[in-house]
């Protein structure tokens, strides 16, 4: 793996940990991780794992490791089969002073979740998963999931996501990372509450049926290019075609 951006003398390797460093500060900081192919596509049937390379499960690992909790969509969670995290041990040493792993916060309206698939029964007592969900979801479904969870609730008819996210900076989960899916980054990036997109973009062509990483319910930026959906670009890792890009989200500017 290479630093091609900004420029870097050859040599060891970069340090990842270095480079995928939360701000430091109190206040909770949201962080997407994505990948897509070359032509724009987010999944290749169905799941994003078919575009992933070494270099982005790497990464994928070092930022589950980092954060203090991670933010999926309840489709998402379905599709690619979650489990609770787990980080390899050469990550272990960036969980110092806190839990072993962090845990899965799970948005959903519905609640149609599984009570007692591996996501709920097998998370460890130190990162039990969570729920966030609504005040008029079932109330049947509240309380059979809260038997293994968490529940947050976070809104009336619809997942508040500010509500959400201050409640999990309030519980002290402030470095949150969000891996979707689609419509879950498209609500996040809407509101205005993300900080920051890692886009790992695979070298591969998927062609035409697949989605795109982002489904919003209207535009982001402006035809000036400013607005939610600006982006500045921090850094670019290369490793086998594989380009591994960290954006920060830019305010627009005053005035």
């Known amino acids: 793996m290479r630093q091609i951006l900004p420029l870097a003398d050859p040599g060891p390797e970069p340090d990842l940990a270095q480079l995928y460093a939360y701000p430091a500060g109190g206040t909770a900081w949201v962080r997407a991780n994505m990948v897509a192919s070359a032509d724009g596509a987010a999944a290749i049937d169905g799941r994003s794992g078919g575009l992933a390379g070494a270099a982005d499960h790497l990464v994928f690992g070092l930022l589950r490791a980092m954060a203090d909790v991670i933010l ?3 489709g998402t969670v379905r599709a ?3 489990r609770p995290a787990r980080v390899a041990q050469r990550w272990a040493g960036l969980r110092a002073g806190r839990p072993p792993s962090p845990p899965i916060a799970v948005v959903t ?3 149609e979740l599984d009570p007692a698939g591996p996501l709920l029964t097998g998370a460890p007592a130190h990162s039990r998963t969570i729920v966030i969900t609504t005040q008029a979801a079932p109330a049947r479904r509240k309380a059979d999931l809260a038997s293994d969870a968490e529940v947050i609730i976070a809104g009336q008819d619809h997942v508040d996501l500010s509500a959400a996210i201050g409640a999990l900076a309030a519980a002290g989960y402030r470095r949150i990372l ?3 899916g689609p419509h879950l980054l498209g609500e996040i990036a809407g509101a205005g509450l993300l900080d920051e997109l890692c886009l790992t ?6 062609g035409t049926g697949a989605g795109r990483i982002i489904r919003a319910v209207g535009p982001l930026a402006g035809p000036d290019g400013t607005g939610r959906g600006r982006l500045s670009l921090a850094h670019v ?3 086998q075609g ?3 890009c960290r954006y920060l989200v830019s305010a627009p500017p005053a005035g």
């Not at 973009?201 to 998927?206: D, E, G, K, R």
């Open 201 to 206: 973009v695979s070298p591969l062509l998927a």
């Open 178 to 180: 969000t891996e979707g």
């Open 242 to 244: 594989n380009l591994l």
């Open 109 to 111: 309206r519905s609640l």
């Open 80 to 82: 690619e089969a979650y």
């Open 72 to 74: 999926v969509g309840a």
């Open 237 to 239: 890792l290369e490793d």
